[in-house]
Nanobody
Framework: QVQLVESGGGLVQPGGSLRLSCAAS????????MGWYRQAPGKQRELVAT???????NYAGSVKGRFTISRDNAKNTVYLQMNSLKPEDTAVYYCNGRRVIDYWGRGTQVTVSS
């Protein structure tokens, strides 16, 4: 059974940091492109960052230089380090695994507010 379980979300002040984790199981993690997406209230889900099996990364322009995606294939886990958080980063963050089929986690809430 495929599972993607996100953790690490929460409430943080502007300028703060959070680290999201996504633990994967039930598929060959190391061969999948892994990514983070987010959806803010009233908006469509959007790409945040992706990382290939070989470690090549891609970022949305709005997070480039502030967020870092990484993966540990030995632990079947993908991470998103988020620094210099802004109120507009507030959203539910979803973990995604992609090869032929898309797998999604249930999401973790990130709220950036003073």
């Amino acid at each position: 059974q495929v599972q993607l379980v996100e953790s690490g979300g929460g409430l943080v002040q502007p300028g703060g940091s959070l680290r999201l984790s996504c633990a994967a199981s039930g598929f060959t993690f190391s061969s999948y492109i892994m990514g983070w997406y987010r959806q803010a209230p009233g908006k469509q889900r959007e790409l945040v960052a992706t990382i290939t099996s070989g470690g090549t990364t891609n970022y949305a322009g709005s997070v480039k230089g502030r967020f870092t995606i990484s993966r540990d294939n030995a632990k079947n886990t993908v991470y998103l380090q988020m620094n210099s958080l802004k109120p507009e980063d507030t959203a539910v963050y979803y973990c995604n695994g992609r090869r032929v089929i898309d797998y999604w986690g249930r999401g973790t809430q990130v709220t950036v507010s003073s």
